[in-house]
């Protein structure tokens, strides 16, 4: 067995090469996230499951509001509702359905649970930044489009944001 003198050489060329790997691996996982699409709402559904996309428009309330709830451990763990999103403040022009997560108090990229007689005032939706969008007035929604068995699609709000 032959006894091998380290020269440091051969050290240093490990920890530059461990050190580039780190920077590599942590490079792309930096760009895995995908930046939001901008689109029409009348091409979400053209976009593939899954794209992250950014619409601008309306909420307003489909003639039956569908609602999910979730339990975790026998307790209510949360509620989703599918809103719709349209294009003109006069409830007219092209749309799609939005998934938004449903709360009790004052969450930002959360709508506030309606009440079960709720009527168009109950539609109170917290922005990223705090600000409050209610029924009729301007959003840009950012989401994810996935598929719909009832409808084309829908996307899954991940943002709010008032405008």
Not at 36 to 51: I, L, N, Q, S
Request: proline share 6%.
């Amino acid at each position: 067995m032959k006894n091998y003198k380290s020269n440091g050489r051969g050290i240093m060329r490990t920890k530059a090469i461990a050190l580039t790997l780190a920077t590599v691996i942590l490079g792309l996982a930096a760009c895995s996230e995908v930046p939001p699409v901008a689109v029409d709402v009348k091409d979400v559904c053209a976009r593939p499951e899954g794209t992250n996309v950014t619409i601008k428009g309306y909420f307003s309330l489909p003639k039956q509001l569908e609602v999910t709830k979730y339990t975790r451990g026998g307790q209510g763990a949360g509620i989703n509702y599918k809103l719709i999103l349209i294009t003109k403040a006069d409830a007219t022009g092209d749309a799609v359905f939005v998934n938004m997560s449903g709360t009790v108090d004052p969450r930002p990229n959360k709508i506030k649970m309606l009440p079960d007689n709720y009527t168009w005032n109950d539609l109170i939706a917290y922005a990223d930044d705090g600000k409050t969008v209610v029924g009729g007035e301007a959003a840009q929604l950012t989401g994810t489009v996935a598929p719909d068995p009832k409808d084309r699609c829908k996307i899954d709000i991940s943002k709010i944001e008032k405008l």
